[in-house]
């Protein structure tokens, strides 16, 4: 059996986005340092794209800030991905 123990002093903030999800997965770091938890977060879980993303933690965040950035400060698509 496995079992999982969550520190007490973890704020809930930091573990709502597992509550929803159907899976999480548990990564040890290599170097035995502390265990990450993160929800398993799969498309054909979600009925549209909106859902999708909203379930990604930060993302939304992520896309507003990048909507937000002003001309200077976007990196031209041909940087991140050469081969589009």
């Given at each position: 059996m496995t079992t999982?123990?969550?520190?007490r002093r973890t ?74």
């Amino acid at each position: 059996m496995t079992t999982m123990v969550i520190d007490r002093r973890t704020l809930p903030e930091s573990l709502s986005s597992l509550i929803g999800a159907p899976r999480v997965v548990v990564q040890q770091r290599q170097d035995g340092g502390e265990v990450l938890l993160s929800p398993v977060i799969d498309p054909a879980d979600f009925d549209n794209d909106t859902d999708y993303l909203n379930a990604i933690p930060g993302m939304v965040e992520s896309l507003i800030e990048a909507r937000n950035a002003s001309a200077s400060e976007r990196i031209p698509l041909e940087d991140i991905w050469p081969d589009v």
